[in-house]
């Protein structure tokens, strides 16, 4: 039998659109989570993606999930080819595709592949159980020479922190002209400063569960802090964050329901993917929630099927690949 080169090019084409289809691969891939700090939920979640990618992909592909970056850097690591995919925040991948707030340009080639994973919010705890509980109240009467400790640039928290303390007269310049001070730690110096009594406000986005905040609460006197109505509405008309309630008991002393800023998790990589992997990634994800639920309290109502492909909830357009997956499950039209 005599096989054309037009013959084997086709041939080759059939296999690779059964492939696509089917989401199989064949050769191994080497793949980059960008995720945070260990401590935080995204560390967990990057750990967990990457053994139920290690079960799917083939023989000899290496996943690796370093806990590095963070939402504000993660867009830059996946642009610029330093990380395969990543961990978001629909709110900061928007500013990202825009080139606003924490960017000086656009990031065009970012691509959603799952959003909807989680609500996260901008969380003020106070030392101290008899202070507040509004955050107005801390920062003026409180603790007027406040000593504040934010986790490293490159996160959301930091950002999100300096936002809202900005509008309420309680920026870096402002408060060390009234003897106060920030500062920028991680979250194990952190823990201690507040063991040690040597801080006064941590602010910070975290989910439900997340541990270093339920630590953090669970070992010492502290008030979580309600911002002031006035500051979640220009939080939300300034910068886009989401005003959503955070329900009491997501934390250890948290006996209220509080109004946060608030925005949710998503995953995304960039156009350097291909259709095929990132198919094969969101059918894993999407077809193995169960055990990504059973990784963190805060994944409870993680569910695909619940518009995780929306544009509003990923910031970002989404990936090709992605939408062929959510196609043929008949959840995007």
């Known amino acids: 039998m005599i096989v054309t080169l037009r013959h084997f090019i086709r041939y080759m084409a059939a296999l690779a659109a059964v492939a696509f289809a089917t ?59 330093k990380a395969d995919l990543a961990f978001g925040m629909a709110l900061v991948n928007k500013w990202a595709r825009t080139g606003t707030v924490a960017y000086t340009k656009p990031m065009t080639n970012l691509r959603a592949l799952v959003g909807g994973w989680d609500q996260y919010y901008l969380v003020a705890i106070g030392a101290g159980s008899d202070v507040g509980p509004g955050l107005d109240k801390f920062l003026e009467k409180d603790r007027p020479h ?13 950002v999100g922190a300096e936002q809202m303390l900005g509008l309420m007269n309680a920026s870096e310049a402002a408060l060390e002209q009234r003897g106060g001070s920030y500062e920028h730690d991680s979250f194990g110096a952190v823990k201690g400063r507040f063991a040690s009594h040597s801080t006064d406000l941590f602010i910070h986005v975290a989910n439900p569960g997340h541990p270093a905040i339920t630590e ?52 995304f990589a960039s156009t350097r993917m291909s259709d095929e992997l990132a198919y094969t990634i969101v059918k894993t994800i999407c077809e193995k929630t169960d055990q990504l639920r059973a990784a963190h309290k805060a994944l409870a109502n993680f569910d695909c099927s619940k518009g995780v492909w929306r544009e509003e909830v990923n910031g970002l357009p989404l990936h090709p690949g992605a939408a062929r997956y959510y196609r043929e499950r008949g959840w995007l039209k």
Do not use: C
């Open 23 to 81: 989401g199989a691969m064949a050769q191994p891939v080497n793949l980059t989570i960008g995720s945070f700090s260990q401590g935080s939920g995204w560390y967990v979640y990057a750990v967990n993606l990457a053994e139920l990618l290690h079960k799917v992909l083939p023989p000899g592909s290496r996943i690796d999930a370093p806990p590095i970056a963070g939402a504000v850097g993660n867009p830059r690591m996946v642009s610029e080819g």
């Open 216 to 267: 953090i609460a669970h070992n010492n006197a502290v008030t979580f802090l309600q911002p002031p109505q006035s500051v979640l509405d220009q939080m939300s008309k300034l910068y886009g964050w989401q005003i959503k309630v955070m329900p009491k008991g997501s934390f250890p002393k948290q006996d209220h329901d509080m109004r946060l800023p608030g925005t949710t998790t998503t995953l």
């Open 146 to 158: 406040t000593r504040i400790v934010l986790l490293p640039r490159g996160g959301v928290g930091p």
